[in-house]
């Protein structure tokens, strides 16, 4: 059994920061790519960022320059630091990761329960 949590979302200010965390928990053999994803109301869920066991990473091109994602192989966590935050940013933060829970198992994508992002003045 996995569990991944978020934590670190709440209400701030346009132009303002925030940082989201996200542990994945349980039977974890190892983590291949992890990523936040977000979803507002009325739209489809859309994808933020990853970054893999090694490092790369991708935007989606609406956060370039704003957020920036990083994980922590040890402590199997990713986080999400948002700055310059818009209220288009607005959201409910989904983390996802690509989880194997023993040397014989394929990699299957396990998801948070989300953290509410709200971005008013």
């Known amino acids: 059994q996995v569990q991944l949590v978020e934590s670190g979302g709440g209400l701030v200010q346009p132009g303002g920061s925030l940082r989201l965390s996200c542990a994945a928990s349980?039977?974890?053999?190892?983590?291949?790519?992890m990523g936040w994803y977000r979803q507002a109301p009325g739209k489809e869920r859309e994808l933020v960022a990853t970054?893999?066991?090694?490092?790369?990473?991708d935007y989606a091109d609406s956060v370039k320059g704003r957020f920036t994602i990083s994980r922590d192989n040890a402590k199997n966590m990713v986080y999400l630091q948002m700055n310059s935050l818009k209220p288009d940013d607005t959201a409910v933060y989904y983390c996802?990761?690509?989880?194997?829970?023993?040397?014989?198992?394929?990699?299957?994508?396990?998801w948070g329960q989300g953290t509410q992002v709200t971005v008013s003045s």
């Open positions: 349980g039977t974890i053999f190892s983590i291949g790519t």
């Open positions: 996802n990761a690509d989880i194997r829970t023993s040397i014989l198992s394929n990699g299957r994508r396990s």
């Open positions: 970054i893999t066991r090694g490092g790369s990473i």
